[in-house]
């Protein structure tokens, strides 16, 4: 279950090969939910270095304390129960329950919603056009068919490799066999609406964010505060407002302390660092 739910967050919004490095230094870094619990906040973000949205590095090193602290050192497999963890939504409890307790259950990412979408309601972009019941609906019907597992690993991988956003529809069993609606409005030429945020990355605050991690990542130490504005000097063009904006964003989220202008990874007391 414990690698079941690491690897459910770190698939949360990244591409599989990302995520798989990710997963790999992880476990290695934190082998069990105890050692993980027990991890310097500074250290697991560390450990989750570069693979973006760092707070899914805290979430789970919360979702660690709590299963250690209420539920035995153990993940619960209550869906409700594992709901409440921090950081777990539907799909990760879905991740969990399935593959990480054998648990007959859907895991609905956007993967899922997309091939049921388009075979079965024909729209070319189901995360914004299908309701999320119906989806729900139909792969419930289908998964009392199959394995569970083999079910939910199958229609992921499928709709990573084939029906992806804009659909390799030519080389799809289901287009080929006029098994798909939406098959023929792709074939037409249509295109899907984009999802998702179409901000350029390069130069926007996340990628601002990403900087100043980078930069308190490489020192064990406190960083001088100074420091980090000379690092990000190009990139922020004097605008001393955006930077505290930034500063303290990251600090709201828990991903740096502020004390006597230093800053340092995680929520650690000031006290206790060097």
Same mark, same amino acid.
């Given at each position: 279950?414990?690698?079941?739910? +690491? ?27 105890? #050692? ?38 153990? *993940?619960?497999? !209550? ?23 054998? $648990? ?10 997309? $091939? ?16 999320? /019941? ?20 199958? &229609? ?27 098959? !023929? ?9 984009? &999802? ?24 064990? #130490? ?5 420091? *980090?504005? +000379? ?5 922020? !063009? ?14 709201? /989220? ?13 929520? *650690? ?6």
């Amino acid at each position: 279950p414990y690698h079941a739910l +690491v690897g459910a967050v770190c698939t949360q919004q990244t591409q599989m090969s990302r995520a798989i490095e990710t997963y790999s230094r992880w476990i290695e870094a934190f082998p069990t939910i105890a #050692d993980l619990a027990d991890a310097p906040e500074e250290e697991v973000l560390r450990i989750w270095g570069r693979s973006g949205y760092p707070r899914r590095a805290i979430y789970l090193k919360r979702a660690a304390e709590v299963c250690c602290s209420e539920y035995g050192g153990v *993940i619960p497999c !209550d869906e409700l129960e594992l709901l409440s963890l921090p950081g777990v939504g539907p799909f990760t409890a879905g991740i969990v329950r399935c593959f990480g307790f054998g $648990i007959q259950t859907l895991t609905v990412d956007t993967n899922v919603i997309r $091939i049921l979408g388009r075979v079965f309601h024909g729209d070319l972009q189901p995360v914004k056009e299908t309701a999320i /019941d119906e989806i729900r609906l139909i792969g419930e019907t289908l998964l009392g068919l199959s394995e569970g597992e083999q079910f939910n690993a199958a &229609v992921m991988d499928f709709g990573a490799a084939v029906c992806t956003s804009q659909p390799r529809c030519t080389e799809c069993t289901f287009s080929t066999e006029q098994l798909c609606l939406a098959a !023929d409005r792709f074939l037409s030429g249509e295109k899907a609406a984009t &999802v998702g945020d179409s901000k350029p990355f390069s130069g926007s605050d996340r990628e601002l964010r990403g900087k100043v991690l980078e930069v308190l990542r490489g020192q064990r #130490d406190p960083v001088a505060i100074e420091k *980090i504005t +000379v690092e990000l000097r190009t990139d922020l !063009d004097q605008d001393e407002d955006r930077f505290e904006a930034i500063l303290a964003g990251l600090e709201k /989220d828990s991903l740096i302390w502020r004390s006597e202008q230093r800053a340092g990874l995680g929520t *650690i007391d000031t006290g206790q660092q060097k």
